[in-house]
């Protein structure tokens, strides 16, 4: 499994305005994964249509998209092993009141249109949605000195 794949994670802005910030981004950190790209964005109607696509006319949609540009979103692209999967597992079931404990939507959700954070739900979603939120130039290529600790 390659160790090169990466996923888009996002923090939400209740993320942002609760202060869960250095949590989530300290979560991902101390798992081993390697950060390669991070910006806060206020994200616009453009950018959220295209990203929730799929959600697009669905009734909780302009609901979802006014809380998405109330304040600013920290837009991420985390890269390891299996991180996709991985980081899915680590933001907790979409609605915070089925997450396990333990996960970040566990930990500090309740209501399902206040989840904290996004991540891929797949490969090519992530590859989908890097694109969306990054240019080329934002994402950094480099060699974690910690690695040979994390990988065998
Ligand atoms: O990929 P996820 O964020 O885990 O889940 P998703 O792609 O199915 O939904 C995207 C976001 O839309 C989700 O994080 C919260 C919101 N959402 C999804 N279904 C509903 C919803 N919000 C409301 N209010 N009602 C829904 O049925």
């Known amino acids: 499994m390659s160790q090169t794949e990466r996923t888009f994670i996002a923090i939400k802005p209740d993320g942002v305005q609760r202060g869960l910030v250095s949590n989530i981004i300290g979560r991902f950190e101390k798992r081993g994964y390697k950060l390669v790209a991070i910006k806060l964005v206020q994200a616009t109607e453009a950018l959220l249509n295209e990203h929730y696509a799929e959600h697009v006319g669905k009734p909780f949609f302009p609901k979802m998209c006014n809380f998405m540009m109330s304040g600013p979103i920290v837009a991420m692209v985390w890269e390891g092993k299996d991180v996709v999967k991985q980081g899915r597992k680590m933001l907790g079931a979409t609605n915070p009141q089925d ?40 994402i950094v290529n480099w060699s974690a000195n910690q690695s040979i600790w994390i990988y065998e």
């Not at 396990?100 to 949605?129: K, P, Q, W, Y």
Request: a negative charge; glycine letters at 12%.
């Open 99 to 138: 997450s396990d404990m333990g996960t970040i939507r566990g930990d500090f959700g309740i209501d399902l249109g206040r989840n904290v954070c996004h991540g891929s739900d797949s490969v090519a979603s992530a590859e989908r949605e890097i694109k969306i939120w990054f240019n080329e130039n934002e």
